[in-house]
Antibody, heavy 122, light 107 residues
């Protein structure tokens, strides 16, 4: 059974940094396409970042490009999101998510963690 | 970026009603569309992928249809446990984008 467990959220001042972790079980993270998705309080869902299977290619939403870095540690089966230069508008629950596949078709966001709340405030 | 326009933004219906939500993409996304259910304080739960395929373990009262730019999500007979916010999402192109959500309530 695939399980994703985020941690590392908390309260941080504007301009500060935070690193989120997503520990995976029931899968080998190093071969999977993985994502971060966020949801501001009372708002909708926003894709943040994606790392390709093998980890050689990364993608970012314009709103976080140059400030956030997605990475993974295969030895720990863990996905990370390093968040720098945080702003109030980055306040959100951050979810890690994994693609699913059925036959020859793969689709995004089939599995989700429970989320980790990041609050950026002075 | 592909814009996803979902309607209505809120919907009030009675138990047993058939409920339909629409989602329109700003460009052709083939069938690369998901539908999610999200209950308060919980992560989104994937119900439908590839526009019309039911995810494993999801009740058959949920269904999806469409291709290209116009998509529909249906609950055949609304039950109290279906109260949630529903989102469409395209995965044809990065950045992946979501509709703004439809909040479903019981009348």
């Amino acid at each position: 059974e695939v399980q994703l467990l985020e941690s590392g959220g908390g309260l941080v001042q504007p301009g500060g940094s935070l690193r989120l972790s997503c520990v995976a079980s029931g899968l080998t993270l190093s071969t999977e396409v993985m994502h971060w998705v966020r949801q501001a309080p009372g708002k909708g869902l926003e894709w943040v970042s994606t790392i390709s299977g093998g980890g050689s290619t990364t993608y970012y939403a314009d709103s976080v490009k140059g400030r956030f870095t997605i990475s993974r540690d295969s030895s720990k089966n863990t996905l990370y999101l390093q968040m720098n230069s945080l702003r109030a508008e980055d306040t959100a629950v951050y979810y890690c998510a994994k693609d699913g596949c059925s036959g020859d078709s793969c689709y995004s966001f089939a599995y989700w963690g429970q989320g980790s709340l990041v609050t950026v405030s002075s | 970026d592909i814009q996803m326009t979902q309607s209505p933004s809120s919907l009030s219906a009675s138990v047993g009603d058939r409920v339909t939500i629409s989602c329109q993409a700003s460009q052709d996304i083939s069938i690369h569309l998901n539908w999610f259910q999200q209950k308060p304080g919980k992560a989104p739960n994937l119900l439908i992928f590839d526009a019309s395929n039911l995810e494993t373990g999801v009740p058959s009262k949920f269904s999806g249809s469409g291709s290209g730019t116009d998509f529909t999500f249906t609950i055949s007979s609304l039950q109290p446990e279906d109260i949630a916010t529903y989102y469409c999402q395209q995965y044809d192109n990065l950045p992946y984008t979501f509709g703004q959500g439809t909040k479903l309530e019981i009348k």
